[in-house]
């Protein structure tokens, strides 16, 4: 359980506290993956079925190696798209699977709620890998944890997300996680790409990257996907990287000296992020990576490991 | 002479009946299957079928101006039969068939098809809508003085808009030769994308693809315009914003031949529901349920008689269509048994008079489409609703006389219902009837 939830489906329905106990969890989950040895028998005979509709290969490849750690057996399913025409539909996919008694179902899905609907549908736990453009929250848990790792606390800091925010689910969880954590969020995009209402998510809308970037601690950069341009939301990549887009030398003019960037990946080097920045002194990027593989460990661990049994001793062992 | 059996006496009642302007206890006689008179006489001949009314509402039977009744093509959703049960259950005794059946009701063998099985079914009466455009693809024409000789009553390719503007101007001009009204769905589709809820902060925190209002604001204004240039008869379907409001309003005042229809649901509820549903496809409708600014237009809309009708808009889907995610789901849900309660829910929290309730669900819809009934005036077809505003009962989906189950009040309380429901002087529904 995280707090009261037997799933995480999204960070909107999480409090402070409940944040925190991840992230706190997450810290011990890190050490362990700093041990010769990376196993610990905390989740030894539990099943994780990672359920996958969309194709992913860093957030699948996260709760793979996670749930390994901790001992659970990983099964991937790779579903083709449901459709209410042909094919299985996404209930009875779950319904499949869930015959085969999982503990933990980790889905990702291009329609927004499918975990919700899962949730409701399935005796398991539910953890959301990303649905749609809802939300991603063990991305947003993981943003959290890097920036903390970082800064010791974000309160008082300001974090400003720049792209397109209309189609983006980690802007939507971060948006549910950082304030509770004391942040300040800014979102930067081109008017096409920021969804109308997203103020009333407690953020501050910019336009102009360098009003935008002004002071503040980090700055989360989306990936510009492909089938946008011409939707028509940007004319095309050239442009957008022109106004939105962070190279050094923007970075060394408008960014204060201690801001680091993230950037949840896959990068489209050129277009949001020049690789000098992507891999250069301020890009955090590798650590949120890693930092994923404790906060995954740490979500399964809640939900799987279930209480009354010594496990937490087991891992800080 | 009449036999006495073939007299109903419906006795103690509250009759409400706009059309002609009654509102009190009367006796309602119907006789060889009109309304043969509204009276304060209590005594009924011997053999007559004699209702007691006592504490209930005896209104004209409701007329939807707007159901899919899913028959030709789509039995496994809906048929005539089940779809016309489920209409007197809600005391609705006439109701519009929507011609997108499969094939489309756009020729005359279809519109005889659907008369027929509603003739069969013996139920409510059912007026058949016919297409604008052949398929209802918006390219050609269909012929509409044939479909109005079969019986059609109105035109429209409901589900679909008629994007292109020059064919829509034609079809208001043409309509006018046989003097049936054009039933429009109004969506400008490059609005729509693939949006399947109201855009604003709910569908941005939902992460669900939005539908401005101006979708249907940009095309309402646009027939309005044609109509100007092609006169003829336009009547506005499911309306969803005030901003649609707002040009109708303004259109009335400018004595343009424009009628219009709300549904229940699109009155109720907002696009706070589908949040707090969690995802649920029986919130999801086309037009999507909107703002609470919006909910609060359409409810003055209504009141101050701008919008003349309350229509269901039902539209049956099967589990296998409704039960998935959102997105994938179809747009759509039931309305005919539960409307009444629905909207006296406006009247008790004195948004709708008693008086305009009825009204809206009468005679205010068959003005819009010059359809027979909607008054209990002598002579009129012996159409009538009993109601009881007072009882409340749970909304059991397996219960319904519908086929489908995709209902956004399952679950819940509501409170009016009808008893008993008279087509052409027959008892067709009674509270109690077995599925």
Redesign the interface.
């Given at each position: 359980m995280i707090g009261r939830h037997r799933h995480l489906i999204g960070l909107?329905g999480l409090s402070r506290e409940e944040i925190l106990q991840v992230l706190d969890l997450a810290t011990s989950m890190k050490e362990v993956l700093t041990r010769p040895v990376k196993k610990v028998p905390s989740l030894r005979g539990k099943n994780v079925v990672n359920l996958f509709f969309e194709t992913s290969t860093r957030t699948r490849s996260s709760f793979e190696i996670a749930a390994k750690v901790l001992s659970a057996d990983c099964l991937n399913w790779t579903a083709a798209q449901?459709?209410?025409t042909k094919g299985e539909?996404?209930?009875d996919t779950a319904k499949n699977l869930e015959a085969m008694r999982p503990d933990v179902l980790v889905v990702r899905?291009?329609?927004?709620?499918?975990p919700?609907?899962l949730a409701?549908h399935v005796g398991c736990s539910v953890v959301s890998a990303g649905?749609?453009?809802?939300?991603h929250p063990s991305q947003g848990l993981l943003d959290c944890f890097t920036l903390r790792e970082r800064f010791g606390s974000l309160e008082g800091r300001t974090v400003a997300i720049v792209g397109d925010i209309?189609h983006s689910?980690v802007a939507?969880s971060d948006l549910h996680s950082l304030p509770k954590l004391g942040a300040k969020v800014r979102l930067c995009g081109p008017p096409t790409m920021i969804?109308?209402?997203?103020e009333?998510?407690g953020a501050t809308v910019h336009h102009d990257l360098r009003t935008a970037v002004e002071g503040v601690d980090a700055v989360v950069m989306l990936r510009i996907q492909h089938e946008r341009i011409g939707d028509p939301l940007i004319p095309n990549t050239r442009e957008y990287s022109k106004f939105w887009g962070l190279n050094a030398k923007k970075a060394a003019e408008w960014l204060p000296p201690g801001a680091v960037i993230l950037h949840p990946g896959p990068i489209n080097r050129g277009v949001e992020l020049s690789s000098d920045v992507a891999d250069g002194p301020r890009s955090v990027i590798l650590d949120q990576v890693q930092n994923g593989v404790a906060v995954r460990m740490a979500i399964l661990y809640l939900l799987a490991g279930g209480a009354g049994e010594d496990r937490a001793e087991k891992v800080s062992a | 002479m009449s036999n006495p059996k073939d007299v109903v006496v419906i006795q103690g009642g509250r009759v409400i009946d706009p059309a002609s302007g009654i509102d009190g206890v009367r006796t309602v006689v119907l006789r060889d299957g009109k309304v043969a008179e509204v009276s304060e006489r209590v005594e009924a001949p011997s053999g007559a079928l004699v209702v007691d009314a006592r504490g209930k509402w005896v209104t004209p039977g409701f007329i939807d101006l707007h159901v899919h009744l899913r028959e030709p093509g789509q039995e496994y959703k809906e048929s005539i039969a089940t779809g016309t049960r489920a209409a007197v259950a809600g005391g609705f005794t006439s109701v519009c068939a929507m011609p997108n059946t499969v094939p489309a009701n756009d020729n005359t063998s279809v519109t005889e098809l659907m008369l027929a099985r509603a003739a069969a079914a013996g139920l409510a009466r059912v007026y058949p809508i016919g297409a604008v455009t052949k398929g209802r693809k918006g390219e050609e024409l269909a012929e509409y003085g044939e479909l109005r000789a079969a019986g059609c009553v109105a035109l429209s390719d409901d589900g679909s808009p008629v994007m292109s503007s020059g064919l829509m101007r034609r079809a208001m001009e043409y309509s006018r030769a046989f003097g049936l009204p054009v039933a429009v769905h109004e969506e400008d589709l490059h609005l729509v994308g693939k949006g399947v809820m109201n855009?604003?902060?709910?569908?941005?925190?939902?992460?669900?693809?939005?539908v401005p209002a101006q979708a249907e604001d940009v095309m309402v204004l646009r027939d309005l315009s044609l109509l100007e240039l092609t006169g003829g008869r336009l009547h506005l379907c499911h309306l969803s914003t005030a901003g649609s409001v707002r040009a109708l309003r303004d259109a009335r005042r400018r004595g343009l031949p424009v009628t219009a229809e709300v549904t229940p649901h699109h009155l109720a509820l907002t696009d706070e529901d589908v949040a707090a549903s969690?995802?649920d496809p029986d919130f999801k409708m086309n037009p999507p349920l909107r703002s609470a600014d919006d909910v609060r237009a359409l409810r003055e809309g209504l009141a101050d008689g701008t919008i003349d009708a309350i229509a269901t808009d039902h539209a049956p889907h099967s589990p296998?269509?409704k039960?998935?995610?959102?997105?994938?789901?179809?747009n759509g849900v039931l309305g005919l048994e539960t409307a009444f309660p629905v909207c006296l829910d406006l009247v008790r929290q004195g948004l709708l008079t008693e008086r305009r309730l009825v009204e809206a669900l009468t005679v205010g819809a068959a003005r819009c489409f010059g359809l027979p009934g909607g008054t209990l005036a002598s002579g009129a077809p012996g159409d009538v609703a009993i109601l009881d505003p007072t009882a409340a009962w749970v909304v059991d989906p397996m219960r319904g006389f519908s086929k489908s189950r995709n209902t956004p009040w399952k679950g819940r309380t509501l409170t009016g219902r009808c008893t008993h429901a008279f087509v052409g002087g027959r008892l067709v529904h009674e509270t109690g009837d077995p599925r």
């Open positions: 909107e449901s459709s209410t539909t996404l209930l899905h291009s329609a927004s709620g499918a919700n609907f409701r649905d749609g453009a809802h939300e209309s689910r939507r969804p109308l209402g997203v009333r998510l | 855009e604003g902060a709910i569908a941005t925190r939902l992460g669900l693809k939005g969690d995802y296998e269509e039960k998935l995610e959102f997105d994938a789901a179809l």
